[in-house]
């Protein structure tokens, strides 16, 4: 027992001083991200209205009913506390906005990013310039004043409309306030902010040796053979990693959406998307217990998707190892 207790002794002499220097992490860790996620976890089964703490009700399932009624029919339901609730109209709603948005911004995002990265690949004189100018827009997209400035140039009387009728077109449409339209003016800002995808691409780029499409080219490999035989497989994994991040990105996109949208979620709800409604719910109408348990289920969603994406890596993504 004696030489155990020296043991931790011992052990505790020497990392001390790296336990010491560790000290704000491991605070930072447990009071600010740990914490309040098992906090909110709590908060997902509760009825909480941060107005009014003292009346916060266990309802255990309750916020998740709230959810996926609808697709049991459901138009409301009884808690366990007895507290007749209503289900959520909105709710699937908000999940078609941001999966349409995923599924169509994500492809189009990287699929512009890998050409213009290709583009930059080459030698061509100022490359450096025309780099740091397609990563700008990445800069400044998630901001207020650029998502304010898109809402601008959208409108029935924005600059796109007054460009276009000098072209002969008539009768343009509002592209913000029209149901039809305004989910693909966010789809647009999305492949704008090309840039981060570009750089990552282009140092992949940057790791395929010359020497493949050489040999292609004396074989007679055409541009489009050698881009689908040689580019395509030695880049997969960064396309795999662009993919996630991009992906993760676009199921947490806030802003664009808030301000475009008029923090409202647009005409019909066409830019109602999950995180919009999740802090409407939230912070308008106090419900942060229904608020907490929606920031569970996304968390959830964007995990099944990784790990979709991960499982089905193996059949299109190569690391050179000959597998």
Same mark, same amino acid.
Do not use: C
């Given at each position: 027992?004696?030489?155990?207790?020296?043991?931790?002794?011992?052990?505790?002499?020497?990392?001390?001083?790296?336990?010491?220097?560790?000290?704000?992490?491991?605070?930072?860790?447990?009071?600010?991200? =740990?914490? /309040?996620?098992?906090?909110? =976890?709590?908060?997902?089964?509760?009825?909480?209205?941060?107005?009014?703490?003292?009346?916060?009700?266990?309802? +255990?399932?309750?916020?998740?009913?709230?959810?996926?009624?609808?697709?049991?029919?459901?138009?409301?339901?009884?808690?366990?506390?007895?507290?007749?609730?209503?289900?959520?109209?909105?709710?699937?709603?908000?999940?078609?906005?941001?999966?349409?948005?995923?599924?169509?911004?994500? /492809?189009?995002?990287?699929?512009?990013?890998?050409?213009?990265?290709?583009? *930059?690949? &080459?030698?061509?004189?100022?490359? /450096?310039?025309?780099?740091?100018?397609?990563?700008?827009?990445? !800069?400044?997209?998630?901001?207020?004043?650029?998502?304010?400035?898109?809402?601008? =140039?959208?409108?029935?009387?924005?600059?796109?409309?007054?460009?276009?009728?000098?072209?002969?077109?008539?009768?343009? /449409?509002?592209?913000?306030?029209?149901?039809?339209?305004?989910?693909?003016?966010?789809?647009?800002?999305?492949?704008?902010?090309?840039?981060?995808?570009?750089?990552?691409? !282009?140092? +992949?780029?940057?790791?395929?040796?010359?020497?493949?499409?050489?040999?292609?080219?004396?074989?007679?490999?055409?541009?489009?053979? &050698?881009?689908?035989?040689?580019?395509?497989?030695?880049?997969?994994?960064?396309?795999?990693?662009?993919?996630? *991040?991009?992906?993760?990105?676009?199921? &947490?996109?806030?802003?664009?959406?808030?301000?475009? +949208?008029?923090?409202?979620?647009?005409?019909?709800?066409?830019?109602?998307?999950?995180?919009?409604?999740?802090?409407?719910?939230?912070?308008?109408?106090?419900?942060?217990?229904?608020?907490?348990?929606?920031?569970?289920? !996304?968390?959830?969603?964007?995990?099944?998707?990784?790990?979709?994406?991960?499982?089905?890596?193996?059949?299109?993504?190569?690391?050179?190892?000959?597998?």
């Amino acid at each position: 027992m004696r030489r155990q207790q020296t043991g931790i002794v011992t052990f505790i002499r020497r990392n001390a001083v790296a336990y010491i220097f560790l000290t704000p992490w491991f605070l930072g860790f447990f009071v600010l991200t =740990l914490y /309040p996620m098992l906090y909110s =976890l709590w908060l997902g089964f509760t009825d909480y209205d941060f107005t009014q703490p003292d009346s916060t009700q266990w309802i +255990g399932l309750g916020n998740y009913l709230k959810m996926f009624g609808p697709i049991w029919g459901l138009s409301q339901f009884t808690t366990s506390t007895g507290e007749v609730m209503r289900v959520d109209p909105y709710y699937l709603k908000s999940l078609s906005v941001t999966f349409t948005y995923v599924f169509a911004s994500v /492809p189009l995002k990287l699929g512009f990013a890998l050409a213009v990265a290709m583009l *930059m690949n &080459q030698k061509l004189r100022w490359v /450096p310039f025309y780099r740091a100018v397609y990563y700008i827009p990445t !800069l400044l997209g998630g901001s207020v004043a650029v998502a304010v400035l898109w809402r601008k =140039l959208f409108e029935r009387d924005g600059l796109v409309n007054s460009f276009l009728e000098t072209l002969g077109f008539t009768d343009l /449409p509002g592209w913000i306030t029209n149901p039809k339209y305004a989910i693909w003016t966010l789809v647009l800002l999305s492949v704008w902010q090309f840039g981060s995808s570009m750089i990552i691409f !282009l140092a +992949g780029l940057k790791q395929i040796p010359q020497e493949y499409y050489e040999a292609a080219s004396v074989d007679g490999a055409s541009k489009a053979r &050698q881009f689908f035989a040689i580019t395509i497989p030695l880049l997969s994994p960064v396309i795999l990693f662009n993919l996630v *991040m991009q992906m993760i990105s676009a199921f &947490q996109v806030f802003t664009q959406a808030y301000i475009i +949208g008029g923090g409202s979620g647009g005409v019909l709800n066409s830019t109602l998307f999950y995180t919009l409604h999740l802090y409407i719910q939230g912070w308008t109408y106090h419900e942060m217990g229904y608020a907490s348990a929606m920031a569970w289920v !996304l968390l959830l969603i964007i995990g099944v998707f990784t790990v979709i994406v991960f499982r089905t890596s193996d059949m299109w993504v190569s690391y050179g190892t000959g597998e």
